[in-house]
């Protein structure tokens, strides 16, 4: 079965990706992956936080000047010194330099400045595209909607504006019009959307009356949301467009393409169940197609999407009444 997909105008050899985690930091990992049918990886991201206080150090030893160059490392711990931002370089050079599949290097950051530029080391590195996660909390209530997207458009416009690979955006949902918003961001050098970053809210501790903070993988459930905007913007976005969130079947990934998608990510149930898992989702993608007589993921994509679908209403509010209504207690 031929899965070829175009993504970001690359070729891959399947929809699959595996979306950035600390998997994808082994180089081991990535070759199974591959091995195994992935079409591309995400690296994982590098924050704007690492780049700048890199930065900071770096210039507070220039600020010592050289002299006292050797005083100055002692003051700082050793770990800093093996720098984040190089090993991370290293790290897309040679997965760049051993795969045959895209490797796309994932950046994160939420303001528009000096560490921007860092993209151009991406590049140079080998990256074959960047994946810029943008994840702002605009946790002051005085700021407003427009400039939050502005903030968002503006940091688009100057990643794009650094490298000639293509740059796609990983965002939330929470925009009051995200399909507009889609679309402010593909005017701004978008070319593609991932949908939808994962929010890890804080949690609360009676016992100890404190924050706490964690991680938990994701549930088939939560694909809901990603599906729905998924099936709005197909056919309808000039961005690709990839589906994150929630995949733990090959049915999963079915539903992602049938809505729209054109790459599938996935990171939970690789963490769950190891890389090989990859081959798993694969091969459940080409048996599905090949049980249908279908010869391509193109053959279902976007069938039930919000254009294609018989009765688009089930995309908007006539489906929230239906499901309230149609509820029947057991
Ligand atoms: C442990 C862990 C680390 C992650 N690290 C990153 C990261 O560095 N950059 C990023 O954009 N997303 C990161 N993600 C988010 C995933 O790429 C993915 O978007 C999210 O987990 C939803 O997909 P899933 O439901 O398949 O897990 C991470 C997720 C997990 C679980």
Redesign the pocket.
Known sequence: MDLTTAYLGLTLKSPLVA????LNRQLENLRILQDCGAGAV?L??VFEEQINREQEILDALIDHGSESYGEALSFFPAQTFASDTSNHLALVEQAAQTLAIPVIA?L?GVTESGWIEYAQDLESAGAAAI?L?VFFVPSDPAVCGSDVEKRYTDIVAAVAGEVDIPVSV?VGPYFSSPGHMAGQLVRAGARGLVLF??FYEPDIDPATLSMQTS?E??HAH?MRLPLLWIGVLAGRSKASLAA????ETADDVIKYLLAGADVV?????L?RHGPQYMRVLVDGLADWLTARGLSSPADIRGKLSHSNVGDPETYERANYIKVLQGFAQH
């Open positions: 979306s950035a985690s600390p995400v994982p991201s994932s994160n994946e996660n990983k970053n994962r991680l993988l994701s939560e994150t969130t929630g995949v990510m996935t990171t939970s149930a963490l």
